[in-house]
């Protein structure tokens, strides 16, 4: 099956010089996209539609009025963006972009650079679920939210910088009204700020969806680690 949107996504690509690779180790597909670019209009350049797939991305992928760069629909995915890669989601006249669109569940782990103009990761609905780590180094931004949070079980970890590159939607990090059970960790140098000269909270938490719902939530902010909000 992968063998297939593989080769649909080539077929799409408007200009790529990318060394995509699949595999299966242990029952779990490997994607590896190397130092090169995968750029893509309309669609997303990855669609995770299977459970246990692994992506390893060490070079760019950018999507233009597509609704994601990387679209996790399946189970148990794991994303690593290391300090090479970059991931960039572009808004279009049809499309409101995010990087890492997450409807299934996944963890991801970033050393390099993420950035979409409407969301840099969102977990998207109350199904979704699972982790994201920003390690020593890596950023995530969005012009309008960085991390989105409607899922069920989310954590989030933070040792780099999550910031607005715009005004932000209420918060650079978001937790929607569905979410559930979610944990939200600035580390000693971390940073977590709506950007200077814009407006949004560094954190916002809407909590709850019905009468008597109890959410469960936990925010740490260690020693050294900032959550800077801006303007009004």
Same mark, same amino acid.
Request: proline share 1%; glycine share 12%; charged share 15%.
């Given at each position: 099956?992968?063998?297939?949107i593989?080769?649909?996504?080539r077929?799409?690509?408007?200009?790529?010089?990318?060394?995509?690779?699949?595999?299966?180790?242990?029952?779990?597909?490997?994607?590896?996209?190397?130092?090169?670019n995968t &750029?893509?209009?309309?669609?997303? =350049?990855?669609?995770?539609?299977?459970?246990? *797939?692994?992506?390893? +991305? @060490? $070079?760019? /992928?950018?999507?233009?009025?597509?609704?994601?760069?990387?679209?996790?629909?399946?189970?148990d995915?794991?994303?690593?963006?290391?300090?090479?890669?970059?991931?960039?989601?572009?808004?279009g006249?049809?499309?409101?972009?995010?990087?890492?669109?997450?409807?299934g569940?996944?963890?991801?782990?970033?050393?390099g650079?993420?950035?979409?103009?409407?969301?840099?990761?969102?977990?998207?609905?109350?199904?979704?679920?699972?982790?994201?780590?920003?390690?020593?180094?890596?950023? &995530?931004?969005?012009?309008?939210? =960085?991390?989105?949070?409607?899922?069920?079980? *989310?954590?989030?970890? +933070? @040792? $780099?910088? /999550?910031?607005?590159?715009?005004?932000?939607?209420?918060?650079?990090?978001?937790?929607?009204?569905?979410?559930?059970?979610?944990?939200?960790?600035n580390?000693t140098?971390?940073?977590?700020d709506?950007?200077?000269?814009?407006?949004?909270?560094?954190?916002?938490?809407?909590v709850?969806?019905?009468?008597?719902?109890?959410?469960?939530?936990?925010?740490?902010?260690?020693?050294?680690?900032?959550?800077?909000g801006?303007?009004?």
């Open positions: 099956m992968f063998s297939g593989l080769a649909t996504l077929s799409r690509l408007l200009n790529t010089s990318t060394l995509a690779q699949e595999s299966v180790r242990d029952g779990q597909t490997l994607i590896q996209s190397f130092f090169q &750029i893509v209009d309309n669609t997303p =350049a990855f669609l995770l539609d299977n459970n246990f *797939v692994r992506l390893l +991305n @060490f $070079g760019r /992928i950018a999507t233009e009025n597509a609704p994601a760069d990387v679209s996790v629909t399946g189970n995915a794991n994303i690593f963006n290391f300090r090479s890669g970059e991931i960039e989601a572009l808004n006249p049809d499309a409101l972009a995010t990087a890492i669109d997450v409807t569940s996944a963890d991801i782990r970033n050393f650079n993420i950035a979409g103009e409407f969301n840099g990761v969102s977990f998207s609905g109350a199904q979704s679920s699972g982790a994201l780590d920003n390690f020593r180094g890596g950023t &995530i931004s969005s012009d309008s939210r =960085a991390v989105n949070i409607q899922g069920d079980g *989310v954590s989030v970890r +933070n @040792f $780099g910088d /999550i910031v607005g590159t715009g005004d932000q939607r209420n918060g650079t990090i978001y937790t929607d009204a569905v979410a559930e059970n979610f944990s939200i960790s580390f140098g971390g940073t977590i709506a950007g200077l000269g814009n407006n949004g909270a560094g954190v916002s938490l809407q709850g969806n019905e009468l008597n719902d109890v959410v469960s939530g936990t925010i740490l902010n260690n020693v050294g680690g900032v959550i800077q801006r303007g009004q």
